[in-house]
Nanobody
Framework: QVKLIESGGGLVQPGGSLGLSCTAS????????VGWFRQAPGKEREFVAA????????FYGDSAKGRFTISRDNAKNMVSLQLNRLKPEDTAVYYC???????????????????WGQGTQVTVSS
């Protein structure tokens, strides 16, 4: 099972930007679809964005559309999530996940993924 490590979280002011990274040491990482989810205190974990193993197809949750961008560099075993125009309601722990979902519909679901990182905190506050 692939091991995932997130980085790049922190404190940012409303309207600011932040870049998150998800890296893996396994060479098979480029065979996995990768998703980003987030969980705010007292709320369920929700889908943010996902990218297919090749990087050709991306998917976004409603909260991310137009503001966040997911991309991957398989040569570096890394998936990035660029967060722009951040709002206080974006405050959450952000998790990356990897898996081999049977079809694209599973990319939006927690059950579509086999491995999870430990999470990185993003706080949007003035």
């Amino acid at each position: 099972q692939v091991k995932l490590i997130e980085s790049g979280g922190g404190l940012v002011q409303p309207g600011g930007s932040l870049g998150l990274s998800c890296t893996a040491s396994e060479r098979s990482f480029d065979t996995y679809a990768v998703g980003w989810f987030r969980q705010a205190p007292g709320k369920e974990r929700e889908f943010v964005a996902a990218v297919t193993y090749s990087g050709k197809n991306t998917f976004y949750g409603d909260s991310a559309k137009g503001r966040f961008t997911i991309s991957r560099d398989n040569a570096k075993n890394m998936v990035s999530l660029q967060l722009n125009r951040l709002k206080p309601e974006d405050t959450a722990v952000y998790y990356c996940a990897a898996g081999h979902p049977a079809h694209s519909g599973f990319l939006y679901r927690l059950t579509g993924y086999d491995a999870w990182g430990q999470g990185t905190q993003v706080t949007v506050s003035s």
